[in-house]
């Protein structure tokens, strides 16, 4: 049953795409590449990306300090 759900939805999703055609693409497309150049996305993606380190480091940091088993 779960398997038929799937590609019931898989094979509408497959159908709604295909209508939205080449020119939705190309629209969803130019608008991710404006975005992407935005000094505003760049920041955040900077801001993010600090976090994640910080977050690693600090996952590492524990990790390192516990005891062997």
């Known amino acids: ?3 038929l759900s799937f590609l019931a939805g898989f094979g509408a999703g497959y159908v709604l795409g295909s209508r939205a055609g080449r020119e939705r693409y190309e629209q969803i497309r130019r608008a991710w590449e404006h975005a992407k150049d935005d000094p505003r996305l760049q920041s955040l993606a900077g801001i993010a990306q600090a ?3 910080d977050a690693v480091s600090t996952l590492k940091s524990q990790l390192g300090s516990e005891p062997p088993r």
């Open 51 to 53: 976090k994640a380190d």
């Open 1 to 3: 049953m779960a398997k």
